[in-house]
């Protein structure tokens, strides 16, 4: 079975722009989290997503947002981007909501 | 003090030597525990889950102490390809969800 993919690998954007992120899901999986991760530091929960409904949320501003689709796949909006943004973002699936997660190969986000 | 603790290393360790990590946590009602394995640049990767009973996968070790609040990874007969950094995440929330929170990452190197 293919893993959970996200997309783009690698992106790069300046101050105050918008970014869209996807998420791909393990089949059979319904839950998808979003995390981000600075250099030299563990990821940082950011959204849990369950059946198209939010079940979780870090504490990050209310600039990320994140929608799940029918299809479990999932995106992370980032609106007026900052130079602290830069990083990379990370998508996981569960097969339900408490189960372990599989983690795709993440999108590097540079923020100039 | 922080969710979830973890020593940076990085540990330098002969091939073929035994090491073990810790990790310690604050929630003493934390549910699920986990030891993720990172590449460099890399995505984590499920190395083992951890349970109250403790459980073994070939060379690698996992153990939890709830009354000490800590649970660690042992590592025999190290290998060249076991050089990563091993995470350790907690998912500290009751009733559902898997808000999963992660250590910093323990660096291991192991050399000729």
């Known amino acids: 079975d293919a893993g959970v993919t996200q997309s783009p690998t690698h992106l790069i954007k300046t101050r105050g722009q918008h970014v869209t992120l996807r998420c791909s899901p393990i089949s059979g999986h319904k839950s998808v989290s979003w995390y981000q991760q600075v250099l030299g530091q563990g990821p940082q929960f950011i959204f849990q997503y369950y059946e198209k409904e939010e079940r979780g949320r870090g504490n990050f501003p209310d600039r990320f947002s994140a929608r799940q689709f029918p299809n479990y796949s999932s995106e992370l909006n980032v609106n007026a981007l900052l130079l602290g943004d830069s990083a990379l973002y990370l998508c996981?699936?569960?097969?339900?909501?408490?189960?372990?997660?599989?983690f795709g190969p993440g999108t590097r986000l540079t923020v100039l | 003090r922080k969710e979830v603790e973890q020593d940076p290393g990085p540990f330098n360790v002969p091939e073929g030597a035994t090491v073990a990590f810790n990790c310690t946590y604050s929630?003493?009602?934390?549910?699920?525990f986990f030891w993720y394995r990172q590449d460099c640049r890399k995505e984590p990767k499920l190395l083992m889950s951890?349970?109250?009973s403790g459980n073994e996968d070939g060379r690698f070790t996992a153990q939890l102490n709830r009354a000490s609040q800590y649970i660690s990874l042992l590592i025999r007969d190290s290998k060249l390809s076991d050089s990563a950094t091993y995470l350790c995440?907690?998912?500290?929330?009751?009733?559902?969800?898997?808000?999963?929170?992660f250590g910093t990452g323990t660096q291991l190197k192991v050399e000729l």
């Open positions: 929630n003493s009602a934390s549910q699920s």
């Open positions: 995440a907690v998912n500290p929330v009751t009733g559902g969800g898997n808000k999963l929170t």
């Open positions: 996981a699936s569960s097969r339900e909501l408490a189960y372990e997660q599989f």
């Open positions: 951890v349970y109250s």
